[in-house]
């Protein structure tokens, strides 16, 4: 008797489940919204001209490790390349991040930047800011770096706050070896102020 309704019990599941989830998909497709093939989509006109016009490409990242087994990123807000410049790519919101096998870590950010992948080389613009994880903030109006090796050039002026104090210069360079080192040059002024002092 037991078996005999256990026997029941199965055989009425086996109809009312697949019946009951017959129900719960034909209500997903029945009080599902309507979607308008002409509704406005969220992009500006503005945007749509300038998607056309340059290949874009929006959020991008690019990875690298060196030789010597630094890691190297780069990401953008939007990355344009312009028509008639196929080896040459704008970017906008610039960061590069060198995590320095020795543990460092440095830090790049601009407002624009302009990188060929083939030609190995990255130009930085406008208020460009290094930080490293040593305690160093450095602003200059020009970087240039490579994209498959660690190496910073500021060919033009630079200015520095840092656990020494204050520094001035008329170029930078981080060097790439081991271990690497910031070099500044070109009228260098020094005002020491080490971090004892400050607190």
């Not at 599941?13 to 989830?21: D, G, H, I, Y």
């Not at 981080?174 to 004892?196: D, M």
């Amino acid at each position: 008797m037991k078996a005999d309704r256990y026997s029941k019990v199965v055989g009425w599941l086996k109809v009312l489940l697949p019946l009951m989830a017959l129900a719960l998909l034909s209500t997903l497709f029945l009080l599902s919204r309507v979607i308008d093939p002409k509704a406005v989509i969220p992009f500006a006109d503005k945007e749509i001209q300038d998607r056309l016009r340059d290949q874009q490409v929006t959020g991008p990242i690019y990875y690298s490790v060196t030789a010597d087994g630094d890691e190297i990123s780069f990401a953008a807000e939007k990355v344009t390349t312009p028509e008639g410049n196929a080896g040459g790519n704008e970017a906008e919101q610039v960061e590069v991040v060198m995590k320095l096998d020795s543990g460092s870590e440095v830090i790049l950010n601009a407002s624009r930047g302009y990188f060929d992948i083939a030609a190995d080389s990255t130009s930085l613009q406008g208020d460009v800011v290094i930080n490293t994880s040593n305690g160093y903030r450095i602003n200059s109006d020009l970087l240039v770096t490579q994209m498959s090796a660690l190496g910073v050039i500021s060919p033009g002026p630079v200015a520095a706050t840092g656990p020494v104090g204050t520094l001035d210069a008329g170029a930078m360079t981080l060097n790439a070896g081991k271990p690497s080192h910031l070099v500044f040059t070109n009228g260098v002024k020094l005002i020491y102020r080490p971090q004892q002092d400050r607190e």
